[in-house]
């Protein structure tokens, strides 16, 4: 599904952190602070959080295998916002 008109999105990420390896040093959690500005119908929205991970080693690399947001304002309502797979 394709929003109309699109969005105009820009993420910072900062303060990454890799937590360490599970028993078998295959999957390791991590943790960023993020922050996601969005532009669209002539407003800005700007939303902050935490975003965590949990990577599993593939050969020398790793790929994510779960990935959660928490956002600072959780409590509160707000529209969907367009988030990049």
């Known amino acids: 599904m394709c929003r109309r008109p699109p969005s105009r999105t820009a993420h910072l990420i ?5 937590e360490g390896a599970d028993e078998g ?5 991590g943790r960023l602070d993020l922050h996601h500005g ?6 800005q929205r700007i939303f902050a ?3 965590h991970h949990r990577l599993r080693r593939q050969g020398t690399s790793f790929r994510i295998v779960q990935k959660r947001v ?3 304002n ?9 988030v990049p797979i």
């Open 14 to 18: 900062g303060n990454t952190i890799i």
């Open 49 to 51: 959080g935490h975003q």
């Open 38 to 43: 969005e532009y669209r119908d002539d407003r």
């Open 70 to 72: 928490d956002l600072i």
């Open 25 to 29: 040093g295959r999957r390791v959690p």
């Open 74 to 82: 959780c409590d509160s309502a707000f529209e969907a916002m367009a």
